[in-house]
């Protein structure tokens, strides 16, 4: 799937970062500074009590990201086989964790009342 897509972006000329030699630390400071414009638009969470919903947000996009990929005509595997490591929605700020799950059974967009945990974790309490 990485390969396909870095096939598609460099055939747009769209913008490109090579992290390939970098520390993290260095691809985290220049994915910032490329991503700022954007990042600052949001979606954001500025307080603790946004942050499960923004985590909701990146986690269903995803499931939309693939949801995309497997309906392309040259895609292999199916979406309703396919499993994700979603960001865990307990929205500690230091959590990150991830959670394997099999894409349909993420939970519908009408279900926020399911977060996606990781084991031992929770949703703060208000
Ligand atoms: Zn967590």
């Known amino acids: 799937m990485g ?12 913008p490109q970062l090579s992290v390939d030699e970098w520390t993290i630390d260095q691809t985290v400071a220049e994915v910032e500074r490329f991503f700022a414009g954007v990042l600052a638009k949001g979606p954001t969470a500025d ?6 919903a923004l ?3 990146a986690n269903r996009a995803d499931v939309e990201r693939y949801r995309a990929f497997y309906a392309r005509p040259w895609s292999t595997g199916s979406f309703d086989s396919a499993v994700h490591a979603f960001a ?7 959590c990150d964790a991830q959670v394997e ?3 349909i059974d993420f939970p519908a967009p009408s279900d926020a009342a ?13």
């Not at 307080?47 to 499960?52: F, G, V």
């Not at 865990?88 to 230091?94: L, N």
């Open 114 to 126: 399911s977060p996606v945990l990781a084991a031992g974790h929770h949703m703060p309490e208000n």
């Open 55 to 57: 985590l909701r947000w």
């Open 47 to 52: 307080t603790a009590d946004e942050r499960p």
């Open 3 to 14: 390969q396909k897509i870095a096939a598609e972006v460099k055939e747009t000329e769209a």
């Open 88 to 94: 865990c929605e307990c929205a500690r700020p230091e």
């Open 101 to 103: 799950l099999a894409l």
